[in-house]
């Protein structure tokens, strides 16, 4: 079957691949599945199969870019040692040290902003 031909749904490939590559740019994420861009193009087109998207030239290309992103994967998450953990800090701890130093930068501003202001006012009495 040549890809301008109707699929069995009815609706021509290209016609398929034009709207999967429509959808993937106009929403980029690599979470994209055959089956949520089938529903997709259903609702956009108002037919389509599985099959369809899933042997079009944009959901291949899409889908071995993802591949390869997740195979050169290079962050790895490391849970930290009991003795790191000790000299960092836990989460709690460097959580309660955070907020008091905002509490104190607010504070701060405030007084900042005081000194600004009193600095800012007319003085009363007679004008030149």
């Known amino acids: 079957m040549e890809a301008s031909q109707a699929t069995k749904q009815g609706l021509p490939a290209d016609e398929v691949n034009i709207e999967v590559r429509r959808i993937l740019r106009g929403n980029p994420s690599w979470e994209w599945t055959v089956t949520k861009l089938t529903v997709e193009v259903k609702k956009n087109l108002g037919d389509g199969s599985r099959g369809a998207v899933g042997s079009c030239p944009a959901w291949r290309a899409y889908n071995e870019r993802r591949d390869e ?26 959580l309660q040290q955070l907020l ?29």
Do not use: C, F, M, W
Request: proline share 2%; no cysteine.
């Open 69 to 94: 992103l997740r195979k050169k994967k290079t962050i790895n998450t490391v849970s930290l040692t009991e003795e790191l953990e000790a000299v960092l800090g836990t989460e709690g701890e460097k």
């Open 100 to 128: 008091v130093e905002q509490e104190k930068d607010k504070l701060e501003d405030a007084r900042q902003a005081k000194l600004y202001l009193s600095h800012e006012k007319k003085p009363r009495g007679r004008e030149s």
